[in-house]
């Protein structure tokens, strides 16, 4: 089993920045790898970003790609998703998720944080 708690979510005006949290417990952390989501309303749940257990391979959706930075600190069994340049159509509820192999989800999901991108 983990446990997944994401944080960090919030308004943030488009053009500017925010940082998305997401501390791991249970299961091995550091072995796992590691992937965000996200759902707006209306819409089915989407890739977004993931990243190896080692930190060493990312994968990004085409539409954050450029904007958006996966990264992990298995010190702190911590995953970010840094959104720069984050555009309304970027307002959705983030979801963490571990368990998958690169971008192909796992069964652990954390419970989400709101984002929300005013213009």
């Known amino acids: 089993q983990v446990q997944l708690v994401e944080s960090g979510g919030g308004l943030v005006q488009a053009g500017g920045s925010l940082r998305l949290s997401c501390a791991a417990s249970?299961?091995?952390?550091?072995?796992?790898?590691m992937g965000w989501y996200r759902q707006a309303p209306g819409k089915e749940r989407e890739f977004v970003a993931a990243?190896?257990?080692?930190?060493?391979?990312?994968y990004y959706a085409h539409s954050v790609k450029g904007r958006f930075t996966i990264s992990r600190d298995n010190a702190k069994n911590t995953v970010y998703l840094q959104k720069n340049s984050p555009e309304p159509e970027d307002t959705a509820n983030y979801y963490c998720?571990?368990?998958?192999?690169?971008?192909?989800?796992?069964?652990?999901w954390g419970q989400g944080t709101q984002v929300t991108v005013s213009s």
């Open positions: 990243i190896s257990w080692s930190g060493g391979s990312t």
């Open positions: 249970g299961r091995t952390f550091s072995s796992n790898d």
């Open positions: 998720n571990a368990g998958g192999i690169a971008t192909n989800r796992g069964d652990y």
